[in-house]
């Protein structure tokens, strides 16, 4: 049977794969388009979620040692994308935050992809985005716990 549950399970798998591939690829993209590279933009997404962070964190999340991280941080302030701040916790260190005009700058990349999005989203029915949903927020919490099971 061509349309089978295993062949449908197998094709959904594959999206998925495919989806997060293409994602990675277009995220890429958009760091060479913008002048900066792919760990800046990780950082600049943590920070965006978040809103500040501290130094290591930021080094925690992207793998990077602390002077590489420093020069990151660097490139980034230039940029004008970021902010030091002094981190009311310890007045020795300091917190990272996005620009006041970083978020405007970062979103003007996505535009096109954004109404893109909006534009496929919209096609679909109610009872269709309630099931998009579910699998999204359900392969979100999925890969959650497969990186707090990494960190064990």
């Not at 062949?7 to 998925?16: C, E, P, Q, S, T």
């Not at 534009?119 to 359900?138: A, G, N, P, Q, W």
Request: one cysteine or more.
């Amino acid at each position: 049977m061509p349309n089978s549950k295993t062949d449908l399970k197998n094709r959904a798998l594959k999206a998925v794969a495919e989806y997060g591939a293409q994602l990675t690829l277009f995220r890429n993209a958009v760091s060479e388009w913008a002048g900066l590279n792919v760990t800046d933009m990780e950082c600049l997404r943590l920070l965006f979620l978040k809103g500040t962070a501290s130094p290591s964190e930021l080094a925690r999340h992207t793998g990077l040692t602390s002077g590489a991280t420093t020069a990151m941080l660097d490139r980034l302030e230039k940029a004008g994308m970021i902010e030091r701040k002094p981190n009311p916790n310890d007045r020795r260190g300091f917190l990272i935050a996005p620009a006041k005009s970083s978020g405007e700058k970062a979103a003007s990349w996505f535009e096109s992809a954004r109404q893109a999005q909006d534009k496929l989203i919209s096609s679909y029915s109610e009872s269709e985005l309630e099931i998009i949903s579910d699998v999204f927020e359900r392969f979100t919490k999925l890969w959650d716990d497969e990186r707090g099971k990494l960190k064990r």
